[in-house]
Nanobody
Framework: QVHLVESGGGLVQAGGSLRLSCVASGRTFSRYAMDWFRQAPGKEREFVAGISWSGGITNYAESVKGRFTISRDNAKNTVYLQMNSMKPEDTAVYYC???????????WGQGTQVTVSS
């Protein structure tokens, strides 16, 4: 079992930056791939970024490539999402997730709200 807690959300102006953090419980964090997803009002949850257990492989949605960076610190049981050049369409609840591969998520956090004003 992995318990995930996100933080770092908030209100930012368009063009600004935020860094989300997700802290995982348990000693097996380094075995899991980690993803960030988001869900905007009235829309389905969508994949944002993913990182392999070692950090050697990362994937991004086309909409965030070049603006967002996912990283992890296995010593701190933490995965990060650095968001730059933010746009109003980035407004959503952001969730982190853990799984055995980037494409297979099993455990989910409660989410953190990100709002980008124009």
């Amino acid at each position: 079992q992995v318990h995930l807690v996100e933080s770092g959300g908030g209100l930012v102006q368009a063009g600004g930056s935020l860094r989300l953090s997700c802290v995982a419980s348990g000693r097996t964090f380094s075995r899991y791939a980690m993803d960030w997803f988001r869900q905007a009002p009235g829309k389905e949850r969508e994949f944002v970024a993913g990182i392999s257990w070692s950090g050697g492989i990362t994937n991004y949605a086309e909409s965030v490539k070049g603006r967002f960076t996912i990283s992890r610190d296995n010593a701190k049981n933490t995965v990060y999402l650095q968001m730059n050049s933010m746009k109003p369409e980035d407004t959503a609840v952001y969730y982190c997730a853990a799984g055995l591969s980037i494409a297979t998520m099993t455990f989910w956090g409660q989410g953190t709200q990100v709002t980008v004003s124009s």
